[in-house]
């Protein structure tokens, strides 16, 4: 029976300090805020436009919102430049 009892009080012991360890975090670490459209920057130059689109495609989502292309008024094109590989 003591055994059983100290089994019983390890055991319970044991979730207490499972159950105690469960996170919970500072709330520091607030996700940052969904890009919603296409700054105009990006459409400065043909190499900064290569460069954001680049940059996107690693972090594009199927599921998300599409990007409005309200302050694109045209892709940058340069006659000088060498074709960029994306």
Do not use: K, W
Not at 42 to 70: F, H, I, Q
């Amino acid at each position: 029976m003591n055994q059983l009892l100290r089994v019983f009080g390890m055991t319970l012991v044991g979730a207490a300090l499972v159950t105690g360890c469960g996170g919970g975090g500072s709330g520091d670490d607030a996700p940052a805020p969904e890009e919603t459209a296409v700054p105009a920057s990006a459409a400065a130059t043909p190499a900064t436009y290569t460069e954001y689109a680049a940059a996107r495609v690693n972090v594009a989502s199927d599921s998300g919102e599409p990007l409005s292309l309200d302050a694109i008024t045209s892709v940058p094109t340069s006659e000088t430049d060498e074709p960029a590989t994306l």
